[in-house]
């Protein structure tokens, strides 16, 4: 039997982590991911999906690798100087991950080249970032935390606290989610015995396709074309009269809320309060909620984390070419567990297809 798109088939088993989408629950290696949101940081929840167990006293020679990775090396700056302005972030990305990889990255992978693949993704954003804007590139600092280093690096200010934890928050709830598109293409890659480079630079690609990585910019196109409370009924309306799909509402496996985008939701509220911006998007939800059960009653449709996330990326002013790189600055660490994983246990994916074309005899 087909099954196009792989849809309901088991590929292997993992222990990274696991989602229920009727209940609506996200586990990373058995922890509640919204649990782990309000405790940890971007790093300590990195180390459990590496290491399989939360960090105890080794966090801190944990935190100081991380950090002492961020430098990019001049050989990867000369090369992001000669790309093309016009390329997008994402191709940028591609071409600078695959670039990185030497003779360190032999098959197996290790945990270390997924720290430093991680340390350096940030600084590869925000070096591009400023030669786009024709500002002068700011150099990582190593007495901040992974996500504080981030922002300071693309807008060279220090960001509040409020801002690096609304970013922390999302970069956590988006760092793994089960045998999405992005993460098959990297354990593919990485099951030929592949290098980690390589399983990157193909989940790198996969990532930058719109169905998949996609584009909380779709949202904020939303937002701003219902640009006030007053106007929301009327536009989603004339939306869902037209059968055009809402932005930011329906998920695959979530039949219900999308936990991550239920945490985003408080977070936003927590750390960002009194805001134009979530709170037209908290109307926004609440009357499309009603209006799709009345249109596609049945169907389970409920804002998903990407509506949230384009609300936290507008509320730290982020600008929108950024949000698909940064969903893959937390992403990649996901990708190189499943790397990891995959070496540990490996069979080579090799599924098979169904001839349907023509037997043709040319004597
Ligand atoms: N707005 C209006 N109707 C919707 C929406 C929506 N956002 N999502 C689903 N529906 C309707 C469909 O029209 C369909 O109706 P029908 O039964 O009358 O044909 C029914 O609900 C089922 O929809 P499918 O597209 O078959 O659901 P599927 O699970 O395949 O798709 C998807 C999920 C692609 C996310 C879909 O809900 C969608 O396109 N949403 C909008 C785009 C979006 O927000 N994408 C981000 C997803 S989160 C992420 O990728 C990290």
Not at 57 to 81: C, G, M, V, W
Not at 299 to 312: D, H, Q, S
Not at 316 to 335: E, H, N, Y
């Amino acid at each position: 039997m087909i099954q196009p798109g792989l849809k309901g088939v088991i590929a292997t088993e993992t222990k990274i982590s696991h989602i229920d989408g009727e209940q609506g629950r996200l586990i990373y290696r058995g922890y509640e991911v919204e649990e782990l949101t309000e405790q940890y940081s971007f790093e300590e929840v990195a180390y459990l999906l590496w290491f399989g167990l939360l960090p105890k006293k080794d966090l801190a020679n944990f935190n100081e690798e991380l950090k002492s990775q961020r430098t990019l090396p001049s050989y990867l700056k000369k090369i992001l100087d000669t790309l093309p302005g016009e390329m997008d972030m994402m191709s940028v990305l591609r071409t600078v991950v695959s670039a990185e990889g030497s003779l360190d990255y032999t098959w197996k992978p290790t945990i270390q080249q997924s720290m430093k693949l991680t340390s350096m993704l940030p600084t590869i954003i925000a070096y591009r970032n400023h030669s786009l804007q024709g500002t002068s590139f700011v150099e990582p600092r190593d007495d901040l935390g992974h996500v504080e280093n981030y922002l300071y690096m693309l807008n060279g200010v220090l960001p509040t606290k409020a801002q690096t934890n609304a970013l922390e928050t999302y970069m956590i709830l988006t760092m793994e989610h089960g045998m999405n598109a992005s993460t098959f293409s990297a354990r593919v890659t990485a099951s030929t015995e592949s290098d980690l480079i390589s399983a990157v630079t193909s989940a790198i690609g996969t990532m930058k396709g719109p169905l998949h990585g996609g584009a909380p910019s779709e949202v904020i196109h939303l937002l701003e074309e219902i640009s006030c409370t007053a106007n929301t009924e009327k536009v989603l309306r004339q939306k869902l009269e037209n059968r055009e799909k809402l932005m930011g509402f329906g998920h695959r496996v979530y039949k219900t809320h999308d936990p991550r985008a239920v945490a985003l939701k408080n977070t936003l509220l927590k750390q960002i309060g009194e805001d134009e911006w979530l709170d037209l998007a908290l109307h926004v939800e609440k009357t499309a909620i009603k209006l799709l059960e009345k249109y596609k009653p049945g169907r389970g449709l409920y804002t998903n984390v990407e509506f949230y996330a384009a609300a936290i990326m507008k509320a730290i002013k982020m600008d929108p070419s950024l949000f698909t790189p940064t969903f893959t600055a937390s992403r990649i660490v996901g990708w190189t567990a499943h790397i990891l994983e995959q070496s540990q246990n490996n069979t080579i994916y090799r599924p098979q297809s169904k001839y349907i074309g023509n037997f043709i005899s040319i004597k």
